[in-house]
């Protein structure tokens, strides 16, 4: 991001999907550190959608 690399924007794009998976993923178990990881997950993938914008 800091060296304006034309691949960036791709990058945060795939990290959002990859954490998307992932939430779902951990959303499928009824344990609670299965829980906090998936609101970690759609948080990370938040921030990696408006890094990508």
Same mark, same amino acid.
């Given at each position: 991001?800091?060296? #304006? *690399? !034309?691949?960036?924007? !791709? @990058?945060? !794009?795939?990290?959002?999907?990859?954490?998307? @998976?992932? +939430?779902? $993923?951990?959303?499928?178990? #009824?344990? #609670?550190?299965? $829980? /906090?990881? +998936?609101? *970690?997950? /759609? &948080?990370?993938?938040?921030?990696? /959608? !408006?890094? +990508? &914008?």
């Amino acid at each position: 991001m800091l060296s #304006d *690399s !034309k691949w960036a924007a !791709k @990058y945060c !794009k795939l990290c959002a999907e990859v954490c998307e @998976y992932c +939430a779902e $993923q951990c959303e499928a178990h #009824d344990h #609670d550190h299965c $829980q /906090r990881c +998936a609101e *970690s997950c /759609r &948080a990370c993938a938040e921030a990696c /959608r !408006k890094m +990508a &914008a």
